[in-house]
């Protein structure tokens, strides 16, 4: 079992920042974010490897940045011009190496963005 314990959400204005940190219990392959707002399904965000290889959907990219310290075992995501349809609650996700789809779920953290 993996532990993931995310950190940083809040509130901010729309065209802000924020940085989000999810802590894992151990070492694992991959690591990523999702995201729900209400009434909608949850949405892959971004992925980061082991290795560094990320994957980003198309509604953040050239916004959002995810980075790992794999020393921490802690994965980030830095989320830059923020706009209100970035709303949501927004999960950590781990997987092991031939792990077919994400396994571990943190808590999630609310990030709202609002004027």
């Known amino acids: 079992q993996v532990q993931l314990v995310e950190s940083g959400g809040g509130l901010v204005q729309p065209g802000g920042s924020l940085r989000l940190s999810c802590a894992a219990s151990?070492?694992?392959?991959?690591m990523g974010w999702y995201r729900q707002a209400p009434e909608k399904q949850r949405e892959l965000v971004a992925t980061i490897t082991r290795g560094g290889g990320t994957n980003y959907s198309d509604s953040v990219k050239g916004r959002f940045t995810i980075s790992r310290d794999n020393a921490k075992n802690t994965v980030y995501l830095q989320m830059n011009s923020l706009n209100v349809e970035d709303t949501a609650v927004y999960y950590c996700?781990?997987?092991?190496?031939?792990?077919?789809?994400?396994?571990?779920w943190g808590q999630g953290t609310q990030v709202t963005v609002s004027s």
């Open positions: 996700t781990a997987r092991n190496y031939g792990d077919n789809e994400y396994r571990y």
């Open positions: 151990k070492s694992i392959y991959a």
